[in-house]
């Protein structure tokens, strides 16, 4: 269903609160790519490293490294909590 749907009214009267999240963002990628990031991520690249050298947006990186997680693919941990950091 999109927000554009006629059954709902105008949405920018409906939902002029609501943010759309990461909108300047791609989100779709290469198969080649994705596998491209995630070998460089498994062997130690930093996500920015891996934007520049792909030539995309870093938070699509992290975008694309969550989504391996997601699906379950074998990853090295990219994000940690510090000893000083709790929930």
Do not use: C
């Amino acid at each position: 269903m999109s927000l554009a749907d006629p059954r709902f009214g105008n949405p920018s009267f409906q939902y002029k609160n609501n943010v759309i999240l990461l909108e300047d963002l791609d989100f779709s990628m290469d198969k080649k790519e994705l596998n491209e990031i995630t070998a460089l991520h498994n062997a130690g690249w930093d996500y920015r490293k891996i934007a520049k050298k792909v030539k995309r947006n870093k938070f699509e990186i992290i975008i694309a490294l969550l989504h391996q997680v997601k699906k379950g693919k074998p990853m090295r941990p990219f994000a940690a909590l510090l000893k000083e950091e709790t929930i």
